[in-house]
């Protein structure tokens, strides 16, 4: 049998398998990093035998701590049916300007689909993307490229697709800006060949703002083949009213279309009320356009971090003269920032309640989330009603990283879902004997913290690398710190809540866990 170009990526492949498998042929593997995920779907959760499918991901980083490739199999019908392999490099500044990502077909030996991002930055400024698609089975390939500005704004962007039938379309669109940073002039011109057929258009969009990028004024305009000259077709105005405190309490829109109307049109009109720390607490929409002007409501009800915790949205029926359909949103928060309760509630004024969506959070002494139930439930249309109670539980290393997550449903009827099992593997093994230390090598302070949070070491520490998880134990930040005996973080990027900390040295691993609130300067 002759080697194919798919045999030879599948050798490849096996052999990033490999390395994978073997961390000691991967070069400076960094500790607390994700090394392996497994999902797996089991007919019954404690016997492994009974495994239905699922996908496991390996995960390969450099000495800098940055990943370099990912691959993933996924399984299914008791066999291996599909590989993923992506790829990443990155430059001396440690800017990914290379991604590549790949799906491999098992069966066929064949790829389906091939993906990837170049990046090119001016030190660590990003001034040009092109992204590369190409759909084998569909014989679809797309390009995309966009050039940015010295601010990091996009002035370019550009778009290729092409089909193996022949036919093509390209997209062309240019971006101008104002001193104050807003959009100015956009232009789109597209051209195309579908069914034999060639296509063109030509749009040209003007802005003129007020302040904070609040448009005052647009102008779109297009082309006209005839007489091969820019033709405007409607131009759009804004009217505004702030109160006394600076926050706008009405924003009406006028639109004007060329050789229809005479005068400008009255299209929308948004209304704003506030509470005492100038958040939006009730919202209407008023829409002029079309036989029935719509009306829209929204109320929203915040605690004392200032967080949402109740929204309302209403529709209003013009023909029933009653507020036709509303949804809500109800969200609870612990005295350290943890959800405690995420719910959704959609009704008809006809049918009262119809679709209801609650979700309750549970944490252990460490405030890790230890334990999720949704209970779901659709009551319309009658004949597909259905609920189900979705029980998601969380296990943790003793260092606070997630080791397993376990999903379990209950259905009230006829739909049925097997449960979920989903395992962590890292690069390292738990070391928590730092934690338990009579005089702690790491201290922390303030905590709870505001906007920033400092590190004081009483020894002084070689190559200390930083982690931060959140509750679930997922990371959300690293940095590589210097020797110094003291470090001070900004928090700003973080919300309200509990959060681990982890500094992993030549020495030894030291722990700790902080409060980040919003109230505290």
Known sequence: MPIT??????????????????????WSQPSSLEKERFYQVRRELNDPSSFLYGNKTFSAYNAKNQKISETEDRWFNNR??????????YDQWGNNNFTEHEILNLETGELNFNYSQKNDYLDTLLIRSEFNIEFKESGTKEIEINIYDDLGRRITYQHLREEDSGEWSVRLAKYEFAESGCVQIQIDSN????????????????WSYLRDCKPLEKQFITWDEDLN??????????????DENNNLSRETSYRKEEEVDSTFNKIYEISYEYNDHGDPVLTEHLSFEGSNPLRRRILDSYDTERRVVFKQEQMWDSLSSAWETTWEWEKDYDDNGNLLLDAFRYYLDTLGLIYRYESIYFYDDKNQLIKNITDEE????????????????????????????VIEYTFSDRYQHDPQLISYTYYDKPVCESIQAETPVMTLFPNPAGAFIHFHFTEKLENPELYIFNSKGELIYYEQLNTTSYHSLDLNFLRSGVYLIRVVSSGGIYT?????RTDIE
């Open 512 to 516: 700790g866990k902080f409060i980040k």
């Open 378 to 405: 659709e009551k319309y249309p009658e004949d597909q009603a259905y609920s189900q109670t979705r029980e998601h539980r969380y296990e943790y290393l003793c260092d606070g990283r997630l080791a397993e997550e």
């Open 229 to 242: 000259q820019e033709i405007l077709q409607e131009t759009t105005k804004w009217e505004y009213i702030w």
């Open 5 to 26: 170009v798919g045999h030879i990526f599948f050798i490849i492949l096996l052999t990033g398998f490999m390395i994978l498998n073997n961390p000691g042929m991967v």
């Open 191 to 206: 051209r195309s060949f579908w069914s034999g057929q060639y296509y063109f258009s030509y749009n040209k969009t003007i």
């Open 80 to 89: 291996w049916r599909r590989i993923s392999n992506t790829i990443y490099t």
